[in-house]
């Protein structure tokens, strides 16, 4: 199949070569340059990558042959997994498996396009709804992954006029996307609201004032206070941005995430980015949910969501509405879910990963 597949392509290949090829590139697909060009590139490469291994940052590969999942196989061995993301171990889950399996026979591996030119499904639209339903939100919009979102938000919501202050230990995400808008931009001490509070009061003239922080900080588990953020963005009339990328799923009663876990009420936080791929599947796809017109607006000029190919149906198989709440009992009293299709996204043997996550919590 494989060797077929690369029949046809180079076939097809050679033939837009022949109708006008391509300058700069030879049949044979290697760039044509200059080959001192590509010595040299290869020197700084390689000075660059020993520098990595001196340091003692490289960081390697392991290949998995098996399912994510608590016990994984890597080079024919089996070995505990502690490092995965996998937080309600979904990501394997039979009921989860067949939801991607079944999707794939129903819409498809992919639409090979962006969404706006000829790639949204009823799927997308039902997800999107469903996700800003649980957080509380107007609206959603749909990335390949919560880094897109967070590289497409705030160069299409900031400008020269606004300014945003930012935890200094955000994640990196954040940073990139901070780094192609054209706001002022602060980076305020770790969890510090008196050097938060500085800031703010000393940018009192900007349009728009956004507060960027994590919900929970990925390397150190640390909880951003998210009262005492909305009582400062109150008072200086900024808005609040929060990841919640390792909250959602696993924090709060419901999982709603960090807001859910601090109590705190409707309005504090007034845009959330979040992700599918660690506790809600682990396979792929991330989120921006907020106000209504901001999500009008991230659709017209986010890049990442302008150009990046729609996310693929078989990652949004399971049931995110339920977020966090297979059933203890024949029908699932959150989703009306039977174990068969749930009435929510219309995903055959879609998941309540609330009452997944009760069901392990009581095990243990």
């Not at 016990?71 to 490092?83: L, P, S």
Request: with cysteine; proline share 2%; charged share 20%.
């Amino acid at each position: 199949m494989a060797a077929s597949l690369r029949a046809v392509l180079r076939h097809r290949h050679l033939a837009a070569f022949s109708n006008g090829g391509l300058a700069g590139f030879s049949v044979s697909g290697r760039a044509s340059g200059s080959p001192g060009a590509l010595a040299r590139l290869d020197d700084v490469l390689a000075a660059e990558l020993d520098g990595i291994k001196a340091a003692g940052t490289w960081k390697g590969e392991r290949v998995i042959t098996s399912r994510q999942q608590a016990v994984v196989r890597i080079d024919g061995e089996e070995v505990v997994n502690f490092c995965a993301n996998n937080y309600l171990g979904l990501s394997s889950h039979p009921e989860v498996v067949e939801a991607a399996r079944s999707a794939l026979l129903t819409h498809g591996a992919g639409l090979s396009s962006v969404r706006f030119i000829c790639g949204t499904q009823d799927i997308h639209k039902q997800l999107e709804k469903q996700l800003s339903e649980f957080h509380g939100q107007e609206d959603c919009i749909l990335y390949p992954s919560c880094f897109d979102a967070n590289a497409g938000l705030f160069e299409a919501l900031l400008g020269p006029d606004d300014a945003v202050f930012s935890d200094e230990l955000n994640h990196a995400s954040i940073i990139d996307g901070l780094r192609l808008c054209r706001a002022r931009k602060h980076r305020y001490r770790h969890l510090d609201l008196e050097d938060l509070d500085h800031k703010l009061r000393q940018n009192h003239d900007c349009r728009l004032k956004l507060i960027a922080t994590d919900g929970v900080f990925s390397m150190d588990g640390e909880v951003a206070p998210l009262a005492d953020l909305g009582t400062l963005a109150q008072r200086h009339s900024a808005l609040v941005f929060v990841d919640e990328c390792h909250s959602t799923g696993v924090l709060g009663d419901t999982g709603r995430g960090t807001e859910e876990l601090l109590g705190v009420g409707s309005g504090v936080v007034n845009i959330l980015n979040s992700t599918l791929g660690k506790a809600l599947g682990g396979a792929a796809g991330g989120y921006t949910t907020g106000p209504s017109s901001l999500v009008s607006l991230l659709r017209q000029r986010s890049r990442p969501y302008l150009c990046v190919c729609t996310l693929c149906v078989c990652t949004l198989c399971v049931c995110t509405l339920c977020v966090y709440t297979v059933c203890v009992y024949t029908v699932c009293v959150h989703t009306v879910c039977v174990h068969t299709v749930c009435v929510h996204c219309v995903c055959v043997h879609c998941v309540c990963t609330l009452c997944v996550y009760r069901r392990l919590h009581h095990r243990t």
